[in-house]
């Protein structure tokens, strides 16, 4: 609630969680944490594992924030999340497993699902993100759970999203999945 209050720059440090680089100090920390006798554990917090951070910034921004970041206030999150649409972070998820390779997700499928369902709830605001979804589309490496949120961010984005017509035409009679 407070986030949302605050508007959308206090988004900006939740959104940059999502792309945030392995801590080796989070790392040999947490290692070095659970060599220690249970009697100093309990005065000594466990540091936080550097998944559980970018995880953590997902669920936030998936279930609490990416609906409410709208208006023209919100213009200053494009420069973070249109890159976000192409991202390719291969490090994989320890929640999510796909359900048809029992493999785990690649962190970059949430990267670029929340990043393409925040555009969406900017709605035109976002227009000066429409070539990175045009791109999105072409892009065959979205996962087939997420390919439908770069048309949705199109059309919320309204007219001025027209130019992606012709490629949302192509993927229509490509992809079953993105045409309904």
Same mark, same amino acid.
Do not use: C
């Given at each position: 609630?407070?986030? /949302?209050?605050?508007?959308?720059?206090?988004?900006?440090?939740?959104?940059?969680?999502?792309?945030?680089?392995?801590?080796?100090?989070r790392?040999?920390?947490?290692?070095?944490?659970? /060599?220690?006798?249970?009697?100093?554990?309990k005065?000594? /917090?466990?540091?936080?594992?550097?998944?559980?951070v970018?995880?953590?910034?997902?669920?936030?921004?998936?279930?609490?924030?990416?609906?409410?970041?709208?208006?023209?206030?919100?213009?200053?999150?494009?420069?973070?999340?249109?890159?976000?649409?192409?991202?390719?972070?291969? !490090?994989?998820?320890?929640?999510?497993?796909?359900?048809?390779?029992?493999?785990?997700?690649?962190?970059?499928?949430?990267? !670029?699902?929340?990043?393409?369902?925040?555009?969406?709830?900017?709605?035109?605001?976002?227009?000066?993100?429409?070539?990175?979804?045009?791109e999105?589309? /072409?892009?065959?490496?979205?996962?087939?759970?997420? !390919?439908?949120l770069?048309?949705?961010?199109?059309?919320?984005?309204? $007219?001025?999203?027209?130019?992606?017509? $012709?490629?949302?035409?192509?993927?229509?009679?490509?992809?079953s999945?993105?045409?309904?």
């Amino acid at each position: 609630e407070a986030l /949302k209050a605050l508007g959308p720059e206090a988004a900006m440090p939740i959104l940059k969680a999502l792309k945030g680089s392995d801590s080796i100090s989070r790392s040999l920390g947490l290692k070095h944490y659970n /060599k220690l006798p249970r009697v100093f554990q309990k005065f000594v /917090k466990p540091p936080v594992e550097n998944d559980s951070v970018r995880e953590a910034a997902y669920r936030v921004l998936n279930l609490h924030l990416s609906d409410s970041i709208t208006g023209p206030e919100s213009k200053v999150l494009l420069p973070v999340l249109i890159p976000y649409l192409s991202d390719q972070d291969p !490090r994989p998820s320890l929640q999510f497993v796909d359900a048809d390779t029992h493999m785990a997700i690649p962190h970059r499928e949430y990267i !670029r699902s929340v990043s393409a369902d925040i555009l969406a709830s900017m709605g035109p605001d976002a227009s000066e993100a429409v070539p990175a979804l045009i791109e999105a589309l /072409k892009d065959k490496n979205w996962s087939k759970y997420s !390919r439908y949120l770069a048309p949705r961010a199109l059309g919320r984005i309204g $007219p001025a999203a027209k130019d992606a017509i $012709p490629t949302l035409k192509q993927e229509m009679e490509e992809n079953s999945q993105t045409a309904p």
